[in-house]
């Protein structure tokens, strides 16, 4: 007993941080602060010295549209999210602007309460498919979206080999869903979206509206710091002669297209995804006037110019 008091007795001294324990991540923290600092300074820039060239009518190519260079070893891959309702609406509008021989392969993210944004792109191809006698689909060609429940009305589609593949993602929160409730969703919704976006890896990804774009844009963004950390730190020598044209392409950068119903305040994912975007896109001069690192888009808004 007296031996099982005195190792009871004995204090066992906290662990203590070294001095230059405490240095060291005090360094890393800062290296990625002003890594990332640099990033969002970057898009920054890029954002409004590309609209200063629009406006200039004399469009210089940035460091973002490089994407777009004929030099490019091989095409886009982007990511276009459909956000249900007019969301979907405006997209397939907006899809038809994108040249199909340099963004593709399509892939298409749905949510999973969404049923009708894949049936309705479907249609719209299907009954777009020929225009006076002659095939269209060449515009559409492997951009016809999978059937996510397998529902297939009969009508003629493309081979399975030439549609493109479509995810689902929970949504960050439901219509009419409690924000101290959406918490919880939003962050399943950033988990998953984070898994997903891993795996595609996308140059590209396009979206437009409703809540769950929100994860979809900052998972793309803490990814594209992560891509950015690992190139940073490759010393290796076999891989330093590849990486200058595997890197011509930064993956996961973002186009965020403000809904057409706003024309003189942003939406609230707008207003959340405002500072990390590559590209913001609205469809109405008073809010260009508004906000300095805005691109207007007159697809479904015609401009007085044209």
């Not at 324990?21 to 640099?38: C, D």
Request: proline share 6%.
């Amino acid at each position: 007993l007296a031996t099982i008091a005195t190792a009871m007795a004995i204090k066992i001294p906290p662990a203590s941080i070294g001095p230059a324990t405490t240095a060291t991540i005090v360094v890393a923290i800062s290296i990625i602060s002003v890594r990332i600092l640099n990033i969002v300074r970057c898009i920054h820039n890029n954002r409004r010295k590309r609209r200063r060239s629009k406006e200039r009518g004399n469009l210089q190519q940035t460091d973002d549209e490089t994407l777009h260079s004929s030099s490019s070893p091989s095409k886009i891959k982007t990511v276009v999210f459909l956000g249900s309702g007019g969301h979907t609406t405006e997209m397939i509008q907006l899809l038809q602007e994108l040249d199909p021989k340099i963004y593709a392969p399509i892939v298409y993210i749905v949510a999973k309460s969404d049923v009708t944004s894949i049936p309705r792109l479907q249609r719209y191809i299907l009954s777009n498919g020929t225009k006076d006698g002659k095939d269209c689909y060449q515009q559409w060609e492997g951009r016809y979206p999978q059937s996510v429940n397998n529902d297939d009305d009969g009508a003629t589609t493309p081979p399975p080999a030439q549609q493109a593949q479509v995810y689902t993602l929970p949504r960050a929160r439901e219509v009419h869903q409690s924000y101290i409730s959406s918490i919880f969703t939003t962050l399943y919704s950033t988990y998953k979206t984070a898994q997903l976006l891993w795996r595609i890896q996308p140059h590209l990804i396009v979206t437009n509206g409703p809540g769950t774009c929100v994860p979809i844009v900052y998972c793309a963004f803490i990814l594209r710091c992560l891509f950015s950390f690992l190139h940073l730190f490759r010393f290796d020598k076999d891989s330093s002669s590849s990486s200058s044209s595997s890197s011509s392409k930064i993956i996961f950068r973002t186009i965020f297209i403000e809904s057409l119903c706003r024309v003189k305040t942003l939406s609230l994912s707008g207003k959340l995804v405002y500072p990390i975007v590559d590209s913001f896109v609205v469809h109405w001069p008073s809010l260009m006037e508004r906000f300095d690192m805005v691109e207007i888009c007159d697809v479904l808004v015609p401009s007085l110019d044209s």
